[in-house]
């Protein structure tokens, strides 16, 4: 069984800035992707930012320019610096895990994510 634990969301002021981490354990072969998601209060669950195995990234366009994500393929985590945050960017963040195997199960890629943070920011 994989688990995501994440850490690093909290109340800020607009500007200011967050780091969040996630760190990705079980017996984990590799992760294709991993990256962040975000839920705000009556929307859906959308893409922040995500990073392949070779370091290949897709932020979503409201937060290039002031996120930047990165991971560390031998540890199975991935980070989220956020600058420049604005209330708009309050939402739970999610990380995710895409593209997992397993030693358990090696011919499934599995996807997983974590439980949630809370990232506020006020105005």
């Known amino acids: 069984q994989v688990q995501l634990v994440e850490s690093g969301g909290g109340l800020v002021q607009a500007g200011g800035s967050l780091r969040l981490s996630c760190a990705a354990s079980?017996?984990?072969?590799?992760?294709?992707?991993m990256g962040w998601y975000r839920q705000g209060p009556g929307t859906q669950r959308d893409l922040v930012a995500v990073?392949?195995?070779?370091?290949?990234?897709n932020y979503a366009d409201s937060v290039k320019g002031r996120f930047t994500i990165s991971r560390d393929n031998a540890k199975n985590t991935v980070t989220l610096q956020m600058n420049s945050l604005k209330p708009e960017d309050t939402a739970v963040y999610y990380c995710?895990?895409?593209?997992?195997?397993?030693?358990?199960?090696?011919?499934?890629?599995?996807?997983?994510w974590g439980q949630g943070t809370q990232v506020t920011v006020s105005s």
């Open positions: 995710a895990a895409l593209g997992v195997v397993t030693k358990a199960n090696p011919a499934n890629l599995g996807a997983y």
């Open positions: 079980g017996s984990i072969l590799s992760i294709n992707v």
């Open positions: 990073i392949g195995s070779t370091g290949t990234t």
